[in-house]
């Protein structure tokens, strides 16, 4: 087996899996508050989108930056406001976030620019300047191959990442959060305000899916393409639900998702024309098995003995 | 007394009747500022939909057309939702049954029409319903989150069947495509000029079909106890489990045929993109959150989304305005109704009424003791 292969496939994955890292600590905090927000994928799109797009029209990348932390934020409170303040479905909420995320970028491209397709905005964005340079890391062979020429956001998701699960297991804005998701009632008779609670995890969400958004589209390519989050919100939903919403393992499921989707890049140079097409479900195929393994072991714990298997 | 019952029936329809025009004129008003931003009066546009999606008869042909299977899809999504269980899958179940009786439509020959017909519509409730049990015994047995699975299933009925449309069934085209089925197979449009076919009744056998599951039997009964109350229901003895899988079940069969209606009687071959922006399986999906899965609901907006998705394929090529412009009025349109705003803060507004009654009535009291 070619040692240059595996190196490149770990390169690629520490790669892919940045924005499901990202995204999935994001979210564990607000699953942890007792939201269960399918919004993810659209909040990332939106972030994206405005990166690109405030970036192109200013010609400045720091306006692009800062509007799209602006727009996730302002989406996440939108949907605060929606589900936590007034009670409105969280799912339907979600749904229609998603769906405004699928429409509005499109919209607004068409109305722009013409093409209702991608806004190419490497005029602005040199992807290849974007990597950087760690000298620490330049001495050391096999890490160096890995970890170093990784973009700005890689480097901060680590950081980030650490951070948070101090935060959540460390802290005591930790254990109101979590206290607040186990039994709101508990959280609220000893003075808990847990509305602002949620809203503090959904705006730690928002900032971390404007940063998976500003990943996936001003750092990796300098290009906003329709759909470009393709379902990371849901996968790392998914990673959360694997995880059982605890960040570290939900996290270890991000990096086996974010290895699948690395996989899926590296067979697609190796397999015939016919067959690369297919490959494109390997990442899913791997989210439900997985998914599969961990809830079989705990379906005969559950208390409802319909979800024992009757 | 009387009088009172009758206020309260009028408060009641009263606050139902806000709770749709209120999030309507927001959803509108919403499209208005991007139909403006892509430099078009939206007077203009909403005029232009309505006349060409309503006001003639070729155009009320169009609109039940695309409506079609978006009443059957959203009717499969009710199922599930009643019982709140949130099938988002489908769009793929939609997939898998279009593929399906692309495939029945073709390969199988020499059979008479009405045969050929239900074998075809068979083939596809039976890949639906197969597709759909996957999800189904994943969260009725083993309690895995069915959002995230259905919407993992969406995109691999996607690909799965783009690559072997593009592999494996190909005709050599430019795009990528099966072949045309045949003519035995292919269900009869009520005006050859016009997208409606016979496919609508279907729909609407459909549709009376879930009525009368809902509202008339002992299913329907547990469904709705078990969208109310999991564990009540576990408790008093349904077997919940086993009702959650039909439920998958029965929509993802009604899915399959939504699919199959698309292919029989308008593209007659399938092509990957054929259920495209935002797809057949979403429209029903949101036609029926918007109508809380009531049937009557669900055919009604499952009509005005055909008419939408009609008359924003018009408004492309007439106005020149993007097709996801309706998409914004539909999402907006589903994020303002989902707050319910005068339904779950009906004690916060009768508050606010009784309190400036009160004062109404202090207020005439003074006045009288002023006078005497």
Redesign the interface.
């Known amino acids: 087996m070619n040692i240059n292969l595996i190196l490149n496939l770990l390169k690629m994955t520490v790669e892919a899996s940045t924005p499901y890292l990202l995204i999935t600590i994001g979210g564990v905090f607000v699953a942890r508050a007792g939201v269960f927000n ?1 919004s993810l994928e659209g909040c990332t799109e939106f972030a994206a989108f405005a990166g690109i797009l405030f970036g192109f029209l200013s010609g400045s990348i720091l306006v692009g930056v800062l509007s799209a932390f602006l727009v996730a934020i302002a989406l996440n409170i939108v949907f605060y406001l ?1 589900t936590v303040k ?4 969280l ?3 979600g ?3 998603n ?2 995320a ?3 970028p ?3 491209l ?2 722009l620019f013409g093409t ?1 397709s991608n806004l190419v905005a490497t005029s602005l964005i040199d992807p290849m300047k974007m990597k950087v340079d760690v000298p620490i890391l330049r001495s050391v062979p096999v890490l160096n191959s890995i970890f170093n020429h990784q973009t700005r956001i890689t480097y901060l998701t680590f950081a980030l990442v650490i951070f948070l699960i101090i935060l959540l297991y460390r802290t005591k804005f930790g254990i109101y959060v979590r206290v607040t998701g186990e039994n709101i009632g508990a959280a609220k008779s000893v003075g808990v305000k847990t509305n602002r609670i949620k809203l503090l995890c959904l705006l730690i969400s928002a900032v971390t899916c404007a940063l998976a958004g500003l990943n996936l589209s001003v750092e990796e390519l300098g290009i906003y393409t329709i759909n470009m989050t393709a ?1 990371r919100g ?2 790392c ?2 990673a959360i ?1 694997c995880g059982r919403k605890e960040p570290h393992r939900a996290c270890v499921y991000a990096v086996i998702f974010g290895f699948a989707r690395a996989l899926q890049t590296i067979l697609n140079n190796y397999v015939p024309v ?2 690369s ?2 490959i ?2 390997l990442p ?2 791997t ?2 098995v997985a ?2 393994i961990v ?2 072991p ?2 005969r714990k ?1 208390h ?4 024992r ?2 | 007394m009387k009088g009172d019952t009758f206020r309260r029936k009028a408060v009641n329809i009263g606050i139902k009747f806000c709770d749709i025009v209120i999030p309507l004129i927001l959803a509108f008003g919403v499209g208005a500022i ?1 139909s403006l ?3 078009c009066n939206p007077f203009t546009l909403y005029g232009y939909i309505i006349k060409r999606s309503f006001l003639s008869v070729g155009g009320i042909l169009n609109t039940l057309g695309y409506a079609t299977p978006i009443i059957i899809t959203g009717m499969a999504t009710s199922l599930s939702l009643k019982a709140k269980v ?1 099938n ?1 899958g489908v769009e793929g179940q939609v997939f898998v049954g279009a593929f399906a009786a692309a495939l029945a439509g073709y390969m199988i020959t020499g059979l008479p029409t009405f045969l050929h017909v239900t074998l075809c519509l068979l083939t596809a409730a039976a890949a639906g319903a197969l597709y759909a049990a996957i999800p189904g015994v ?1 969260k ?6 069915e ?3 259905t ?3 969406n ?2 009925a996607t ?2 069947t ?2 072997l449309t ?2 494996y069934l190909g005709t050599g085209d430019a795009y990528a495509h099966t072949e045309n089925i045949l003519q035995t197979a292919r269900l009869v449009k009520l005006d050859s000029k016009y997208r409606c076919t016979t496919a609508v009744f279907i729909a609407l056998i459909i549709w009376a079909f879930v009525f009368f599951l809902m509202k008339k039997t002992k299913f329907g009964y547990d469904i709705n106890c078990i969208g109310k109350q ?2 009540f229901s ?1 408790a008093v003895g349904m ?4 009702k ?1 899988i039909w439920i998958f079940v029965i929509g993802g069969s009604f899915g399959g045929i939504a699919g199959a209606t698309e292919i029989m009687g308008v593209n007659y071959n399938f092509v990957n993109t054929f259920s495209a922006n ?1 797809g057949i399986g ?1 429209d029903g ?2 036609a029926c ?1 918007l109508a809380g899965s009531e049937p009557i609901g669900v055919l009604l907006y499952a009509i005005v989304f055909g008419a939408l998705r009609y008359g924003a394929l018009a408004a492309q090529t007439g106005l020149g305005v ?1 097709l ?2 309706i ?2 009025v ?3 349109l ?2 303002f109704m ?4 005068f339904a ?2 009906r004690s916060a507004f009768q508050d606010l009424l009784t309190r400036a009654r009160k004062k109404n009535k202090a207020a005439l009291t003074a006045e009288g003791e002023d006078v005497l």
């Open positions: 399918i929606f007034w009670n409105a479905d799912t339907v909420i749904c229609a976030v769906l405004l699928a429409c509005i499109a919209c607004l068409q109305a209702r379902n849901f996968i939903l998914s639900n016919a067959i097409s297919l494109g479900i899913y195929v989210i439900i998914l599969l809830e079989i705990n379906a559950n409802l003995r319909i979800f298997g009757a | 991007f931003i892509c430099g949130f988002m994943l009725a047995r083993l309690n895995v989150n959002v995230v699975t919407i993992m299933l995109s691999i690909i799965v783009g690559f593009q592999s999991v564990e576990d077997r919940v489990s086993r959650i935002p979403w999906f949101f959150i993007p996801d412009l998409n914004i539909k999402s907006t589903v994020l989902a707050l319910k705003l779950n803060h």
